[in-house]
């Protein structure tokens, strides 16, 4: 079993940075993929980045590169996205989720635990 929670959420300005922090409990943290998605109210749940098992190999959807980074420290257990030049469409429940798997997949069914997850708000 795999818990997670996230923290870094809060409300800022269009234009402002947000960095997320996810922390995984568990010994083979190490071992797993980690991914971060979104739902804003009444939309399905969309993919945002994932990271491989070492952090060599990162994937974005299109709409978050350049301005999303993710990254990992399997010493701290804890994956991080640093969000910068937020727009109002980027508000949404943030969550992190754990793949059983090395590799990078953007479809969330293929995530095996989630996060609480955490708001993020961005005002005009």
């Known amino acids: 079993q795999v818990q997670l929670v996230e923290s870094g959420g809060g409300l800022v300005q269009a234009g402002g940075s947000l960095r997320l922090s996810c922390a995984a409990s568990?010994?083979?943290?190490?071992?797993?993929?980690m991914g971060w998605f979104r739902q804003a109210p009444g939309k399905e749940r969309e993919f945002v980045a994932a990271?491989?098992?070492?952090?060599?190999?990162?994937y974005y959807k299109d709409s978050m590169k350049g301005r999303f980074t993710i990254s990992r420290d399997n010493a701290k257990n804890t994956v991080y996205l640093q969000m910068n030049s937020l727009k109002p469409e980027d508000t949404a429940v943030y969550y992190c989720?754990?793949?059983?798997?090395?590799?990078?997949?953007?479809?969330?069914?293929?995530?095996?635990?989630w996060g609480q997850g955490t708001q993020v708000t961005v005002s005009s």
């Open positions: 989720a754990v793949r059983r798997g090395m590799d990078v997949t953007t479809t969330p069914s293929s995530y095996d635990y």
């Open positions: 568990g010994r083979t943290f190490s071992s797993y993929a």
């Open positions: 990271i491989n098992w070492s952090g060599g190999i990162t």
